[in-house]
């Protein structure tokens, strides 16, 4: 199946009983049983933290759009980055290769909470494909990469640092949150996991939060669902369904959000106010080529920079259309003050160093009317 056809047809889990095309919503913790279960026979349902039809189903779901051999749902994308760096074994003195820019939140667990315990991280450009392969020959347990980055959308070489790090004996991981498996399916690159933020544009209305992993192999993925099992930050049945329900409206969606992106990208960049445009979509953009030949398409984020600083607060609560607000992804369209808002966490000195300054804004371009979208952005920027 092609990939519009995938979102739907595999979002479909027709209820045997009573034949419902939408997926029955179990909200319940256990499950009685029929018989005694031979010893070590998990077939079957017995609790909702080791397993739930309801969010079985959105599980296959979520693998089968990645290509993976099995994907577990969790109660966000941090429990999904969490349960993914548990995974990786015993982490004292151990490193871990990370996108310089990446998510403010994965900053915060790594260098919070896994720091302490040894696994030490470090930062940097993943567009530079050459730095990325030197810090590999030193010694990696894994490379984690979002493509493009956030919120500076540089975009990675992935099949050539899919190569490096199994050259390394590092594992793979790419967070594909931006550009999810409508457009971009990382396993078929090389990795050997794909986590997400669900709350963004795999939910799409910006009404629940959830996070999924998504294993390559079958071996992992019954690790991975180990871990999830144990910890428990699982998705509970309800948000598991309303997952499925956003999912099957994903191509249509993206589709659309990224031609307005694209719209807004090119719009901004004839603005006199605006000194600087970052949008992987746009011609010229460092990230254009490079996402063009591994991906089908560039997603919808846009980042700018505005020429006076003193302006921003204005253009943020100046807008009609676009909410100032956090996150990402949903069918309506938000602007975000990354410096105070999504990376205020990272310390102001390497906020600077990369380029995340006071004059930068960061567009999550949603599924209005473009024109509407334009002189929105026109009134606020004046
Ligand atoms: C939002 C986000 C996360 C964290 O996900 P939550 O669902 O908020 O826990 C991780 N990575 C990226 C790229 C994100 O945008």
């Not at 979002?11 to 009983?17: A, E, K, Q, T, Y």
């Not at 005694?36 to 998990?42: A, F, Q, S, T």
């Not at 600083?309 to 996150?327: H, Y």
């Not at 390497?350 to 026109?378: K, M």
Request: charged share 25%; hydrophobic share 40%.
């Amino acid at each position: 199946m092609r990939r519009e056809t995938l979102v739907v047809r595999a979002g479909l889990h027709s209820d045997p009983v009573t034949g419902a095309v939408s997926a029955p919503i179990h909200q319940s913790a256990t499950f009685v049983h029929t018989r005694l279960p031979p010893p070590g026979d998990n077939s079957g349902y017995a609790y909702s933290r080791t397993s739930n039809p309801t969010r079985t189903a959105l599980e296959k779901s979520l693998a089968a759009l990645d290509g993976g051999a099995r994907a577990c749902a969790f109660s966000s994308g941090l429990a999904a980055l969490d349960a993914v760096l548990r995974l990786l074994g015993p982490l004292a003195g151990k490193r871990l290769i990370v996108t310089e820019d990446p998510y403010g939140g994965t900053v915060r667990l790594l260098d919070k909470f896994f720091r302490p315990i040894g696994l030490d991280t470090v930062y940097i450009d993943t567009s530079d494909t050459g730095a990325v392969e030197r810090e590999l020959e030193r010694g990696a347990l894994a490379l984690l990469l979002e493509i493009p980055s956030n919120p500076l959308l540089r975009v990675a070489d992935v099949d050539a640092l899919a190569a490096a790090a199994k050259r390394a004996g590092a594992l793979l991981i790419v967070d594909n949150t931006f550009l999810t498996p409508h457009l971009f399916r990382p396993l078929e690159h090389g990795a050997d996991l794909v986590v997400y933020s669900a709350t963004k544009y795999l939910g799409g209305h910006n009404d629940l939060v959830a996070g999924a992993a998504v294993c390559r192999t079958e071996e992992m993925g019954t690790r991975l669902a180990l871990v999830q099992n144990a910890v428990g930050a699982v998705l509970g049945p309800m948000d598991s369904w309303l997952l499925l329900r956003g999912l099957k409206t994903l191509a249509v969606r993206l589709d659309r959000q990224q031609e307005n992106a694209r719209g807004v990208a090119e719009f901004l960049r004839r603005c006199p106010r605006v000194s600087r445009v970052r949008y992987p979509g746009l011609p010229g953009d460092p990230g254009h080529e490079r996402l063009r030949r591994q991906a089908s398409g560039f997603g919808a984020m846009v980042s700018f920079e505005v020429e006076d600083p003193e302006r921003v607060e204005a253009i943020l609560t100046g807008t009609k259309i676009f909410s100032f607000a956090e996150s990402l992804g949903g069918v309506e369209s938000l602007i975000t003050f990354p410096v105070r808002q999504t990376h205020a966490d990272i310390e102001p000195a390497e906020r600077e160093r990369l380029g995340i300054t006071d004059r930068l804004l960061r567009l999550s371009v949603g599924i209005e009317n473009l024109e509407d979208l334009l002189e929105d952005l026109e009134q606020a920027l004046a």
